[in-house]
């Protein structure tokens, strides 16, 4: 597998793969990543229309957002590729459908990383996108449409957030919600002195994942590859 090799192995597997895509598309690979990030990341509890999912997964690579967490423990989201347009290519999806308890499982995996869990509600006292503490890696947590959050969600949460409103509707969109979000968060870091970018290798295992995705039948270049470093 292409993610057991070491660094030098991985740049020569890059290095081949550019060859079956263009320039253009290897620059822009380039440029991207730099921006790319892990320090926010995004969290969807059980999302009932698959179309406000796919949503946020544009969202998330408009605002180079790479991971994007689905708890799945009552409805299973499918891409909506007319509302994605492709951007579940971009990123990393982590579903959790295993346990009976998918929240607590990827809250307390997210936590075990490093992450503060920021549930996202308007039925909350807590902060606003300008003041929401960035200090340590944060996951954004949206709950579904009709239900909101679940009670682990607001158990497990380390704070909440909720976005000013000054109409008669109590809520935003999902998919809106995130977006605002994003845009006010990913703004603060941008222009702060926090490391919030990928490491080199991050980096690298991404652009690797993003030219398989491009080139058809990747799986087979991959495997002749892997059989000529054997030799």
Not at 91 to 102: F, G, Q, S
Not at 123 to 136: A, D, K
């Amino acid at each position: 597998m292409i993610k057991d090799l070491g660094r030098q192995e991985k740049e020569r597997f890059y290095n081949y793969l550019v060859t079956f895509i263009s320039e253009n598309k290897a620059e822009k690979f380039n440029r991207i990543i730099n921006d790319r990030t892990r320090y926010i990341t995004i969290v969807m509890e059980d999302i009932f229309q698959p179309h406000n999912t796919s949503a946020v997964l544009r969202t998330c690579d408009c605002f180079g957002v790479q991971d994007v967490h689905i708890i799945e423990n009552f409805n299973k989201y499918q891409v909506n590729p007319a509302v994605a347009l492709g951007s579940s290519k971009w990123i990393d999806l982590y579903r959790y459908n295993k346990l009976d308890d998918n929240s607590a499982d990827c809250f307390t995996k997210l936590k075990a990383s490093g992450y503060r869990v920021i549930a996202a509600t308007p039925h909350q006292e807590g902060y606003t996108p300008e003041s929401l503490p960035l200090e340590n890696k944060t996951a954004l947590v949206f709950g579904t449409e009709y239900d909101g959050l679940s009670e682990t969600a607001i158990k497990m949460a380390d704070g909440f957030v909720g976005i000013p409103m000054y109409g008669f509707t109590e809520s935003f969109n999902i998919s809106v919600s995130a977006a605002l979000l994003l845009r006010a968060l990913v703004g603060r870091l941008h222009i702060s002195a926090m490391d919030w970018r990928l490491s080199e290798e991050e980096k690298l295992d991404i652009r690797i994942e993003w030219a398989k995705n491009v080139i058809k039948r990747s799986d087979l270049i991959e495997m002749d590859f892997l059989k000529k470093i054997k030799e």
